[in-house]
């Protein structure tokens, strides 16, 4: 069987797979969140937190609760760094490195999951365990419940509650994550990542010469690192590594972990919302972005380019065999569209045009099909963005899913989607400004550019993968990266969450014979082209000097 007829069936297994869990992960998912009961293990949550489950928030409420409950996950996995050495399973490993340690705590409590470390020598276990995957589980669950208070704005009229943040991120942990997560990490045991409490095994290589082979309890970690699209990997050769994906086939199930939540949140929504149409219009406009640009990203590394890849007659550097250029394309493109960040492949030794893809994916705001939760609200508020465009060609007050979308609305619409780019692109000009950055970067000219920029595209975006030509371990690197991983992931739910009370104050209006159809191929075709000329108006300057300029050099 040759590559393509090979990464074409891997595609065809994937599609297939997310269709079969589609329908009833989705309406399970609803079921969650509508459900009037809580199981003995959330009462017990609630008790500890001092909640009333029965109680409803405000929107403000409901954004102190997650602005409260990161901010302490921050100071607590920062402290838990800087203390490693009084935890069991450290094998040694001293505190974490101040900036490093600050760096980290606000990458996994984002979701961001950018990694400026070696694990095997810089976290033990217990930091591993207690901090980084316990991180994995509840920043997850809180892009969930974001988005849904933004499904309650739509479904609820004239209130001003959107539900109980608490009780949406118990849910969110306990009722999905953790049994999901679960399963899959037997599954990936079961097809050889590997599990393990023990630092490392002694061996001797063909030469007679001792080496360490680093161990993890990696199976655990992996599991949820995907199914969360949190990145980042206990190993430092992360999906790579043939401790976390040992191959073919589990490289095909954690593809899968990355989209399915995502992709079946669209059910849930239409589910919610009374009207199924609507997701699956949300859900085509995201299947048409996630397949050009696996095709540009396939296409791009499949057709040489550079002298390097001719004499070699492939482009297979910083890529493993086992899983070959589909295998590695079809990894890159949906962890660059689920604002994951783990990798299978070194994504700085892409070609231009490839690595160009793998970035364009998160400036499409990673709505293609998004991170768990941070998918679905974003491509929701680009849908109000179309609906207003197409308002403003008719001349009428548009309308979504019988709420009008007036000034406010729309106000905080645009911040949402205006933040990601406005963090990246100050922090990338600020970080080419600087006189230490030349000597960071690997490369110079327009691939030392695209370094720049995909790093502050992907914490901008909270995604964590890097192009790893970059060297980020300085204190500038640190601290700004942090910073634009903060901004990039609150701001907009702060916008997000506004925008869902405002929603859910109003009363629905009728749909008259003057209310755009959302529902039909006109208007996908409309969300898919507003995607795409947002994404072309704020980036296409940057990536004109970097990508673009490399892939045609």
Not at 119 to 131: C, F, L, R
Not at 193 to 205: A, E, Q
Not at 377 to 397: D, E, K
């Amino acid at each position: 069987m040759s590559h393509t007829a090979a990464g074409l069936l891997q595609v065809g297994l994937l599609v297939v797979a997310l269709a079969a869990v589609y329908r009833p992960l989705g309406d399970y998912m609803a079921r969650v969140y509508t459900s009037t009961k809580h199981n003995r293990v959330e009462r017990a949550v609630y008790k500890i937190v001092r909640v009333d489950p029965e109680s409803q928030q405000h929107w403000k409420t409901y954004a102190a609760g997650v602005l409260g409950f990161s901010a302490v996950g921050i100071v607590l996995l920062y402290l838990v760094q800087r203390l490693q050495t009084l935890l069991p399973w450290n094998f040694g490993r001293g505190p974490v490195d101040e900036g490093i340690a600050f760096n980290t705590a606000i990458s996994f409590v984002t979701n961001t999951n950018w990694q400026s470390y070696v694990p095997e020598s810089v976290m033990g276990h217990s930091v591993q365990m207690i901090g980084l995957t316990v991180q994995n589980f509840v920043s997850a669950a809180v892009g969930i419940a974001v988005a849904i208070a933004l499904i309650r704005g739509f479904t609820r009229a004239s209130t001003d509650r959107l539900g109980n943040f608490w009780v949406d991120l118990t849910r969110g942990v306990v009722r999905i994550l953790l049994p999901m997560a679960f399963v899959f990490a037997i599954v990936l045991v079961a097809l050889g990542t590997v599990m393990s409490l023990r630092s490392g095994v002694d061996v001797s290589t063909v030469d007679g010469q001792g080496k360490t082979i680093a161990l993890a309890p990696a199976a655990s970690q992996e599991a949820i690192k995907e199914l969360g699209t949190n990145g980042g990997g206990i190993f430092n050769a992360n999906s790579s590594h043939p401790f976390e994906n040992p191959s073919s086939w589990s490289n095909l199930i954690e593809i899968f972990l990355l989209l399915v939540i995502p992709v079946s949140l669209t059910r849930t929504f239409g589910t919610l919302v009374g009207q199924r149409k609507q997701g699956y219009v949300l859900l085509s406009v995201m299947g048409v972005l996630w397949t050009g640009m696996l095709a540009v990203i396939w296409w791009a590394e499949t057709h040489l380019n550079g002298p390097a890849a001719l004499l070699a007659g492939a482009s297979m550097e910083g890529k493993e065999q086992r899983f070959g250029i589909p295998g590695s394309a079809l990894f890159a493109n949906s962890t660059t569209g689920t604002s994951t960040g783990a990798v299978n492949s070194l994504h700085d030794s892409y070609s231009g045009l490839g690595g160009g893809g793998a970035m364009l994916n998160m400036l499409f705001g990673e709505m293609t099909p998004g991170g768990v939760g941070t998918g679905i609200y974003s491509i929701l508020v680009m849908a109000i963005i179309a609906v207003f465009l197409a308002g403003l060609m008719v001349g009428r007050t548009p309308e979504y899913l019988g709420k009008k979308l007036g000034r406010r609305e729309v106000t905080c619409a645009a911040i949402a989607i205006l933040a990601m780019p406005t963090v990246m692109l100050i922090g990338s000009g600020i970080a080419i400004a600087q006189s230490d950055t030349s000597g960071a970067m690997a490369n110079s000219g327009a691939h030392g550019l695209s370094e720049v920029l995909y790093a502050y595209a992907s914490a901008s975006n909270n995604n964590g993968s890097a192009f790893a030509g970059i060297t980020v371990t300085g204190d500038w690197f640190q601290a700004s990266l942090g910073i634009c991983m903060l901004l990039g992931r609150f701001i907009p739910i702060i916008a997000v969450l506004r925008l869902a009370g405002l929603l859910a104050a109003q009363r629905k209006v009728p749909v008259t014979a003057g209310t755009l159809p959302t529902t039909g191929p006109l208007f996908g075709s409309l969300l898919t082209g507003t995607v795409v000329l947002v994404a072309a108006l704020t980036f296409v300057p940057a990536l004109a000097l970097g990508p673009i300029a490399e892939a045609l050099a």
